[in-house]
């Protein structure tokens, strides 16, 4: 069984930055796409980045206007999501989730929320004008 655990959120000023991690454990972390998702309030969740281990990655380039960095540290099983230039609009809950990849690295895949096996708690990130 996978688990993802979020950590790094918190409260921050316009301009500022944060790191989010996604630690994963349970099955072989190099299987794995892990993505990143955010939820603001009132609103539908959104794909924010994914990546994969050979290190091919995609962001969401409306919202995060490359602002927002993914990587990945296999040896410590952990992807991380570096959000700089924070704006308000980026306040929201910020999941992580991981699907078994298949072998196809495409949009219609990485985008698909239902496509995601496991998904963190969550992590709240507040960003104050």
């Known amino acids: 069984q996978v688990q993802l655990v979020e950590s790094g959120g918190g409260l921050v000023q316009a301009g500022g930055s944060l790191r989010l991690a996604c630690t994963f454990s349970?099955?072989?972390?190099?299987?794995?796409?892990v993505g990143w998702f955010r939820q603001a309030p009132a609103k539908e969740r959104d794909f924010v980045a994914a990546?994969?281990?050979?290190?091919?990655?995609?962001y969401n380039v409306d919202s995060v206007k490359g602002r927002f960095t993914i990587s990945r540290d296999s040896a410590k099983n952990t992807v991380y999501l570096q959000m700089d230039s924070l704006e308000p609009e980026d306040t929201a809950d910020y999941y992580c989730?991981?699907?078994?990849?298949?072998?196809?690295?495409?949009?219609?895949?990485?985008?698909?929320?239902?496509?995601?096996?496991?998904w963190g708690q969550g992590t709240q990130v507040t960003v104050s004008s």
């Open positions: 990546i994969i281990d050979d290190g091919r990655h995609s």
């Open positions: 989730a991981a699907y078994q990849f298949g072998g196809i690295w495409a949009g219609s895949h990485y985008r698909d929320q239902s496509r995601y096996q496991y």
């Open positions: 349970g099955r072989a972390f190099r299987q794995f796409v």
